[in-house]
């Protein structure tokens, strides 16, 4: 055996396995060591949202609401309009409040009401501070003229036979025989002076126009689906416009399901809007205080670095004092990596209750984790034999 050659073979196995080791901790230190914490938010109603400390940008995604079927007979009613659907990514200012609209689905009957208003708005809900707004589908009509428009897109579709849809600077024209043209943010009323009626245009940008009546009555149109907006400067947009009665991108991990932006089929109901906000938090995330031991006069602590934020962690450790929430006696543990650290505090006051956190600091500022407390032990008494006193001192 040649133990020269077979020496070599070993080397360039182990030389082979540390370059491997070294590509795979190169890795994972680029695609995790800058990993950051993002936060999402689901909306099935009406809510408001107050832009947290440090965002600058928010994802959302949004469908609009579906219209509902007429159901006068006895013609019976036609399918309704879907909601539509977009994404895009938002800039926004910390600190402000944004309303929240997410559409409820157009009722069945006579006539049918279309899909309500979904989007998402600056301060109070008006046209002007629009950010994001879905169109919502038209409502059905009866028999053969009434299919209700699609909603989404720049312009919402058109009724089979009805209203028009909306654009980015009108409503949507109202169908003949009395059709109310869409406005901002709201579909057209249908027209006619009969009770069954034609159907509601779907709520948008600018809304859908309203069915009218032809025939002399005999039958009533459907309205037209809502358009949809994306404010200027935003990025990374999508807005796609409804297929008859099926919203578009059901496939994607934040649709819940058949519940949410379908058109009424024939006398049928349509299904709510839906509205999802997410954003990355650009500070640090740090929890789990922990105590590890505790002596008379100092204590080993500990937390864990969950995220790094936005940046990279300049400092982390742990803060402690007599009163909650401590930010003095801060002290740096000397790593900057995600992961639990502990950290020995010494100097204490014998027989004391203490609160402490963890923290972490990156370009954005300090995060902090939730308070934890520990009471330092007291000191033991010892006995001194003096024999020049003949007395124990303690």
Avoid at 96 to 112: D, E, R, S, Y
Avoid at 164 to 174: E, R
Avoid at 215 to 243: D, E, L, R, V
Wanted: hydrophobic share 30%.
């Amino acid at each position: 055996m040649n133990t020269a050659v077979s020496g070599k073979t070993l080397l360039s196995k182990l030389m082979r396995r540390v370059v491997c080791l070294h590509f795979i901790f190169l890795y994972f230190l680029l695609n995790f060591a800058f990993v950051s914490a993002t936060t999402t938010l689901t909306y099935t109603s009406d809510s408001s949202f107050v832009v947290p400390s440090g965002v600058t940008s928010i994802t959302v995604k949004a469908w609009g609401a579906g219209g509902g079927s007429n159901t006068y007979t006895p013609f019976g009613g036609t399918a309704a309009g879907g909601g539509g659907y977009v994404k895009a990514d938002v800039s926004v200012t910390a600190g402000n409040t944004l309303q929240i609209k997410v559409g409820t689905g157009g009722a069945a009957g006579t006539p049918a009401t279309s899909g309500g208003l979904t989007g998402i708005f600056l301060g109070s809900v008006t046209h002007g501070n629009s950010l994001v707004v879905v169109g919502s589908g038209g409502s059905g009509g009866t028999w053969n003229n009434g299919n209700g428009g699609a909603g989404g897109g720049s312009t919402g579709a058109a009724a089979t036979s009805g209203g028009g849809g909306g654009t980015q600077v009108a409503g949507g024209a109202g169908g003949v025989y009395g059709g109310a043209a869409g406005s901002a943010l709201t579909g057209g009323a249908p027209g006619g002076s009969y009770s069954q009626g034609g159907g509601y245009g779907g709520a948008g940008y600018y809304g859908g126009g309203g069915g009218g009546t032809v025939n002399g009555g005999s039958f009533y149109q459907g309205g037209g689906g809502g358009s949809s907006y994306i404010i200027s400067g935003s990025t990374n947009i999508t807005n796609t416009q409804a297929s008859g009665q099926t919203p578009p991108n059901t496939g994607d991990s934040d649709y819940p399901g058949s519940s949410v932006a379908y058109g009424g089929g024939v006398n049928a109901s349509g299904y709510r809007g839906h509205v999802v906000i997410s954003y990355v938090n650009p500070y640090p995330i740090v929890s789990t205080s922990t105590v590890v031991s505790i002596a008379s006069t100092g204590a080993t602590l500990g937390a864990t670095l969950e995220s790094i934020g936005s940046s990279s962690v300049t400092a982390r450790g742990i803060c402690y004092g007599i009163s909650p929430s401590p930010t003095t006696n801060c002290t740096a543990e000397g790593g900057t990596a995600t992961g639990t650290y502990t950290q020995s505090i010494t100097g204490l006051a014998t027989s004391t209750t203490y609160y402490f956190r963890g923290y972490a600091t990156n370009s954005y500022g300090t995060a902090y984790s939730e308070d934890s407390t520990f009471t330092t032990e007291g000191l033991t008494n010892s006995l001194m034999f003096d024999s020049s006193q003949s007395q124990y001192l303690s």
